[in-house]
């Protein structure tokens, strides 16, 4: 796919930069005869104000409309050039650009016509930002007039068939374009709606976070966002279903090292009405004191969600706990109407009062679960254990030896709860924390994870590969998988090859399994997105090693070199931030704190900080200078320079003058490294082990 650019200009040369979605170039006018048109600003620049796709997606073929307004905020008009930087694969047709309800005429360069187009710019500007599109094809069409003060709105329709990369379709939607613009974009909106003949499986974006509805043979949802300058590709990933249940590859390999790879497993998004598991399901509550007011009410609300979606084959209980224990029933109670009417009685009275037995409520909840059927538990607490056994290696220890098949979910709300603690209880019952800060929606989270769990379609799912060798998988225990829910891998391999995949899991107490022939190549440096997630897997995984078992130097060399790899910013790399942008990255704290910071908002902080990196589908991170990703390449900011991290004192360097004829000879030497050189005027780029040290 791609992106629209509006290039104003007139006769004479350039002036200044730009604005929005596209590039803008003004230049002075012609002199002019009386009345005396206003001085020529410095800065000159019309304004992108708002940015609106809607890609429509049948059987792989994409249809994409691109709304844009420019407004010109200056007292003279301008002539421009329209332009779309192609995707050198990508054949669009049916392309038609409107401009204020007029359809405009244009070309398609290809991509070494293009090239000269994009360094003519670069040269204008005195900016290298265009190199990130150095190895696309171009569309262009003259704009005029641009009137002064006024809007201007753009369209632009065109068609594709998308690739596709591995077992997945691959949308692809240039718009990376943060160093190309003056100010953010008001309004930024990127719809979509894919429908296919076969049931639509994974969905996902490793650039944005996505809302995503989907269905058998349907999906749809989008990307929104305000005051925004877009530093990441659109890129949107979808697979179809060969049967009920399937695994989905992607992969990534540099020659002479380890591959990486992502393995979607992924089921039906709807259960067949015969086909539910039934499942035992416990909601523990903690009704204290410190719960009184708003906490206890939204608590009350999403435990009636809960109840009144359980399936008719489902078994249930709730226990609140104070100081003392009170079960709803002493025993699992069939989901009938009338023991769903008395649960919401039950909790229509339930009072915030006492204080927190957390150890005993936890050991009543796991005593009542005792079926072989899926089995879940639901824990929810505002604070720290003051009844009964307080002492939190003791709490886990007992958690530990009665958890035995039960998947625990633990709700922490507030800033009062030991994070530890609850990490560590959501650990051994192979299930996940969340924490809920005092403005947020608790009965929100109540509900969404209740709706996620309802409907589990296979208990106990577990992979192995044969053939090839794979490594650091994450997550390492998949748990269950749900209908409409994805698991998502992903690991190391050595070598290169054909091999197998074999998912083994139960369903209805029958044994399910899965065998999936594979190819993962020996040389694939297409998807580089795939490192960097794994990298903050890895990261996420090994951070929460340290703060739940104890530091050790091998978990602590391991993140320092994983990180600063791949930019990440961690207790032990936060060296790599600058003192000024160390407020904006929560993770750029002491070791020490990072290790005992238990409670409070900065303990709190610390726990989602670490489910999110273990949780991590996305390359998005904190948006700072100190560090910029492009590719498989990360930057450090070091003297005002942008430094590839792989460059390294001593190593053999070539200096180039930022816009000489060397820079661009270069750039045609190795244009698939022009996106790196894009970054900055003044950068250091590794080639083939020579560091090329552009200065101005």
Known sequence: MMKGMLITMTILGLVQVLSGDGVIIPVEPEPTPMPVRPPWPKKTYLELRDHYVKINIHNSIARVEVEETFYNPYDFQMEGVYIFPIPQKTFPSKFSLIVNGKELSGEVLERDEARKIYEDIVRRLRDPALLEYYEHNLFRARVFPILPRKEIKTTVRYEYELQRKGDYYELFYPFKIEGLIAKPIQEVTISFKIVCDLPIKQVFSPTHEIDIDRKEGAAEGGYE????????????????????????????????????????????????????????????????????????????????FFVENLNPSDQFNIISFSSSIKPFRKELMKATRANITAAKDFIKDLRARGGTDINGALLEGLKILRSNRPSYLLFLTDGLPTVGVTNLEKIVENVETKVKKTRIFVF?????????????????????????????????????????????????????????????????????????????????????????????????????????????????????????????????????????????????????????????????????????????????????????????????????????????????????????????????????????????????????????????????????????????????????????????
């Open 412 to 696: 922490g709300v507030g800033y009062d709860v030991n994070t530890i603690l609850l990490d560590r209880v959501a650990e051994v019952g192979s299930g996940l924390p969340e924490y809920i800060e005092p403005k947020e929606d608790l009965e929100l989270a109540i509900s969404s994870l209740s709706s996620k769990i309802m409907a589990p379609a296979l208990e106990g799912v577990e992979v192995n590969f044969l053939g090839i060798e794979v490594y650091d998988l994450h997550p390492e225990e998949l748990g269950d998988l749900f209908y409409g829910q994805d698991i998502t891998i992903a690991g190391r391999y050595r070598g290169s090859g054909q091999g197998w995949i074999n998912l083994t899991a139960k369903r209805m107490d029958r044994k399910v399994s899965l065998r999936r022939e594979f190819v993962l190549p020996g040389h694939d440096e297409d998807l580089d997105f795939i490192p960097l997630i794994w990298a903050k897997k890895r990261v996420g995984f090994l951070l929460s090693e340290i703060r739940l078992h104890g530091e050790n130097q091998e978990l602590v060399d391991e993140i320092v070199a994983v990180a600063k790899k791949y930019g990440i910013v961690t207790p032990y790399t936060s060296y790599l931030v600058r003192d000024e942008e160390r407020l904006l990255v929560p993770m750029a704290l002491p070791a020490e704190r990072f290790k005992t910071e238990a409670t409070g908002r900065g303990g709190v902080q610390i726990a989602k900080d670490i489910i999110e990196m273990k949780k991590a589908e996305t390359v998005r991170g904190p948006q700072i200078r100190s560090i910029r990703q492009s590719g498989s390449k990360t930057f450090y900011l070091k003297d005002g320079i942008y430094v590839d991290g792989e460059y390294r004192e001593g190593m053999k360097e070539k200096k180039i003058r930022f816009l000489s004829p060397g820079y661009f000879a270069l750039l045609k030497k190795f244009p698939e490294y022009a996106r790196y050189f894009g970054l900055s005027p003044e950068i250091v780029v590794v080639i083939k082990g020579v560091a090329y040290r552009v200065l101005l």
């Open 225 to 304: 966002a305000t005051n925004l300058s877009p530093n990441q590709d659109f890129i949107l990933y979808y697979a179809v279903a060969r049967e009920d249940f399937d695994l989905s590859l992607l992969s990534y390999k540099k020659r002479k090292e380890d591959g990486f790879f992502l393995l979607g497993i992924s089921g039906p998004s709807e259960p067949p009405e015969d086909l539910v598991l039934p499942k035992d399901i416990v909601f523990v509550i903690d009704c204290s004191g410190s719960m009184s007011g708003e906490k206890i009410e939204q608590a009350k609300k999403g435990l009636r």
